[in-house]
């Protein structure tokens, strides 16, 4: 199998707060992660490529900053959405791309709610 | 070059219909073409995928179509029950390299009804 969870899958946070969302394949090893951003009814927008051991690559108009990303293991990336405010409430999904090829298996999304 | 249109935005098929999803490409480099499926408030999930070299692949009650001179590609849905009622994306990247980056298109909500 391939098995992505991700953790929180609901998160209701302060306007202000940081908020961390993991990312865990679980029984493959995930050198690539990937973090997408999906607005109600609408398709994922990368949002940055994760890699095991060294800086996320992020997409044009994302801000690294606000958005951070570390995948210190194989098997573990964690998004942290700094000083969060209610236009960052959105569905955040992870992906985790398995052996050499291009397949991405995908976690169950976290549901981020800005008040 | 790296767009791919889908289409339709809805589909609303019968029990049993075969509900028909196209998807178009830009970008040759792209190798790689997976559909993925999305129920509210989950992850996408794997369906299929195909690469350039064949024109047709089917798992189960999916199948995909590929026109590589037209690039474009197609999902097929046999035998369409209510538990397929999802969103269904397409997308596309290249299978090696391009930071292994897939773009996806806008998504097609599928309702089956009995």
């Known amino acids: 199998g391939a098995v992505v969870s991700q953790h929180p899958s609901w998160v209701i946070c302060k306007s202000g707060t940081s908020v961390k969302i993991e990312c865990r394949s679980l029984d493959f090893q995930a050198t690539t992660m990937f973090w997408y951003r999906q607005f109600p009814k609408q398709s994922l927008m990368l949002m940055a490529t994760s890699n095991e051991g060294s800086k996320a690559t992020y997409e044009q108009g994302v801000e690294k900053d606000k958005f951070l990303i570390n995948h210190a293991s194989l098997t573990l990336s964690t998004l942290t959405v700094t000083s969060a405010h209610p236009e960052d409430s959105s569905f955040y999904i992870c992906?985790?791309?398995?052996?050499?090829?291009?397949?991405?298996?995908f976690g169950a999304g976290t549901r981020l709610s800005v008040l | 070059q790296q767009q791919v249109k889908q289409s339709p935005q809805s589909l609303i098929v019968q029990k049993g219909g075969i509900p028909i999803i196209n998807c178009a490409y830009e970008n040759t480099a792209f190798d790689y073409f997976p559909w993925y499926q999305q129920f509210p408030g989950k992850g996408p999930a794997l369906l299929i995928a195909i690469r350039p070299d064949v024109s047709e692949k089917k798992e189960g009650r999916f199948t995909i179509s590929f026109n590589k001179s037209a690039k474009q590609f197609s999902l097929h849905i046999m035998d369409s029950q209510p538990g397929d009622s999802a969103t269904y994306f397409c997308?596309?990247?290249?299978?090696?390299?391009?930071?292994?980056?897939?773009?996806f298109g806008t998504g097609t909500q599928l309702k089956v009804e009995l």
């Open positions: 997308a596309a990247g290249p299978e090696t390299g391009g930071g292994n980056k897939l773009t």
């Open positions: 992906s985790a791309r398995k052996d050499l090829g291009n397949i991405q298996y």
